[in-house]
């Protein structure tokens, strides 16, 4: 998964993309874990997805009103459809790619 920033996230939601953006900080372990499922969710899927340490961007965090990390935008057509922190297990993520954007 590409880390993305500021202009990749702006492009995203201009082209009105359709996809995942997670948001994670480095020092959170569970970041580490919900990054690692979502490495393995990115090859079985066929879905646009990028990630950004919310450390560098504070004001996102507002924005998107992320209240904690791992958080998990799904955007549809360049809006937010559903925001994720808990991220259970890949067939969870799995089943909520589907019913998302499918």
Same mark, same amino acid.
């Given at each position: 998964?590409?880390?993305?920033?500021?202009?990749?996230?702006?492009?995203?939601?201009?082209?009105?993309?359709?996809?995942?953006?997670?948001?994670?900080?480095?020092?959170?372990?569970? /970041?580490? =874990?919900?990054? @690692?499922?979502?490495? +393995?969710? *990115?090859? &079985?899927?066929?879905?646009?997805?990028?990630?950004?340490? $919310?450390?560098?961007?504070?004001?996102?965090?507002?924005?998107?009103?992320?209240?904690?990390?791992? /958080?998990? =935008?799904?955007? @549809?057509?360049?809006? +937010?459809? *559903?925001? &994720?922190?808990?991220?259970?297990?890949?067939?969870?993520? $799995?089943?909520?790619?589907?019913?998302?954007?499918?």
């Amino acid at each position: 998964m590409n880390e993305w920033n500021r202009n990749n996230l702006e492009l995203f939601f201009d082209d009105k993309g359709t996809g995942l953006v997670y948001f994670y900080t480095p020092m959170c372990g569970t /970041c580490q =874990l919900a990054g @690692k499922m979502l490495r +393995v969710v *990115e090859e &079985l899927v066929n879905t646009e997805m990028g990630k950004m340490n $919310l450390n560098f961007y504070p004001d996102l965090a507002e924005q998107f009103r992320i209240e904690s990390v791992p /958080c998990l =935008l799904f955007v @549809k057509k360049g809006e +937010v459809i *559903e925001t &994720l922190y808990a991220f259970h297990s890949i067939p969870y993520l $799995l089943e909520r790619i589907q019913q998302n954007f499918h």
